[in-house]
């Protein structure tokens, strides 16, 4: 046997390969759990049953732009073995570095007690017992499974409610009257007049600071280093591109073809878009799958703050550190007055992530600073910088789309508090894309 046959012995083949990518996934699963929750189930239920097949676009758009922002934040965690924002410390300073731990806490903070009123509200439809109950319940078993069992508790549940969620939406393709033919012009960008919100919700539910910010702490409790930069890819493509894919098609098409902007866009109401499936079961089996999305999408959004916080004091990101462990039981139970929040469940699902669509331009530009500075020894190559500039210039103009959607209808204290994150968000955004092209001339 030769030298080049001793090579190809050795080496693993294609489904080998494939085959030890799908075996080590777990933390983009996670990312995909939460963004395929019940927010963006409401986003895209009431896009498609206002506007048609017309944001079609937006749907499609979001799952590649949520897989290259994971991509770019794999990279950053990979290259670096360090959470984000150790590093945004290190070579930003720690004002930049507490701005963003702001921005993410409260874009998973406000996601958080809205996520836990979803899942209460379905428990007590499911079962007859008091949502207020629900949420103090929901709480103590998510304190106890994180502060108990930490991350691998997590990551494994994530990985079986996301597939069985995405499954039963899947389904429901086969029988509703999708009109293909017609749902092909969505694919060509238009925002029809009042879609900004919606637009900015469906697009948030992949691309949103949450997300973006826990990658580099999935991958340091899984022990990923730069040698695994293949699984990690395998990783993201698998859960974000391809299940969170399919999910947010199957969900937008049912719903664009079935609900019309007359049906009351509620859990119940957006449940009839699964009728052809399984009749007068319809509202059951659509409530069981936004309780699963939303138990995932719970335990997931409850990781980040702790992870952020953690980070910036200096302590420990796994159980292993007490008062990280305490960090994880503090925000489950704080979830618990989500339960206790009056109004409609759906329009404040699609608030809650147009509101972390505001925060996400800083984060996205945070992250190509440092894959273009010398925090990594590989910078990012020209073809990824242009998808990231692109989704930034994206993200910035839904967000910018919805803020004067909200000013427009007048100014509150909740649409104060939005425009006036905004405001400082972009601020910081414009300031650090300045900041970056500065330094660029000097070395120039």
Not at 97 to 107: E, F, N, S, Y
Not at 317 to 327: A, H, K, N, S
């Amino acid at each position: 046997m030769g030298m080049a046959d001793n090579v190809a012995a050795d080496s693993p083949g294609l489904t080998e390969r494939i085959e030890g990518y799908a075996a080590g996934m777990g933390p983009s699963w996670i990312a995909g759990a939460i963004a395929a929750g019940p927010a963006t189930i409401a986003s895209l239920v009431t896009g498609g049953a206002t506007f048609g097949y017309s944001l079609l676009w937006v749907v499609v758009l979001s799952a590649g732009a949520g897989s290259l922002v994971q991509y770019l934040s794999m990279r950053l965690g990979l290259l670096t073995e360090r959470g984000i924002v150790a590093v945004v410390e290190e070579h930003l300073g720690p004002t930049w570095a507490w701005l963003l731990v702001a921005d993410a806490v409260i874009a998973a903070g406000v996601a958080q007690l809205v996520i836990m009123k979803t899942v209460a509200t379905v428990s007590a439809t499911v079962t007859g017992v008091d949502a207020r109950l629900w949420g103090v319940a929901w709480a103590l078993v998510l304190a106890l499974g994180l502060a108990g069992r930490g991350y691998r508790f997590l990551e494994l549940a994530a990985k079986a409610l996301v597939s069985l969620v995405v499954a039963a939406f899947v389904a429901s393709l086969f029988v509703a009257p999708v009109d293909y033919s017609t749902a092909a012009s969505g694919l060509f960008p238009t925002v029809p007049p009042g879609s900004a919100l919606v637009a900015a919700g469906i697009l948030g539910g992949a691309v949103h600071i949450t997300l973006i910010t826990m990658q580099s702490y999935t991958m340091r409790s899984r022990g990923w280093t730069s040698e695994d930069y293949g699984t990690a890819a395998f990783d993201i493509g698998a859960s974000m591109f391809v299940a969170f894919g399919v999910y947010s098609l199957a969900i937008f098409l049912v719903a664009a073809s079935v609900l019309t902007p007359d049906d009351p866009l509620t859990a119940v109401g957006a449940a009839q878009a699964l009728g052809p499936l399984v009749g007068a079961n319809a509202r059951w089996l659509f409530l069981l799958g936004l309780w699963g999305a939303a138990v995932s999408t719970l335990g997931g959004n409850t990781i980040v703050p702790p992870f952020l916080v953690a980070d910036k004091l200096g302590w420990g990101t796994t159980i292993e550190d007490t008062r990280y462990r305490w960090l994880l039981v503090v925000a489950a139970l704080l979830s618990a007055p989500g339960a206790f929040v009056g109004g409609a469940v759906i329009g404040q699902l699609v608030l809650v992530l147009a509101v972390g669509t505001v925060g996400t331009p800083f984060v996205i530009a945070v992250v190509l600073y440092l894959l273009n500075s010398e925090a990594v020894a590989d910078r990012n190559s020209p073809l990824a910088n242009v998808g990231g500039v692109a989704l930034l210039l994206v993200t910035g103009a839904l967000a910018a789309n919805f803020v004067r959607e909200q000013v427009t209808g007048g100014i509150d204290p909740l649409t104060g508090f939005v425009l006036a994150f905004a405001v400082a968000l972009g601020t910081a955004t414009v300031g650090l894309c300045g900041k970056y092209v500065l330094e660029e001339v000097e070395v120039g």
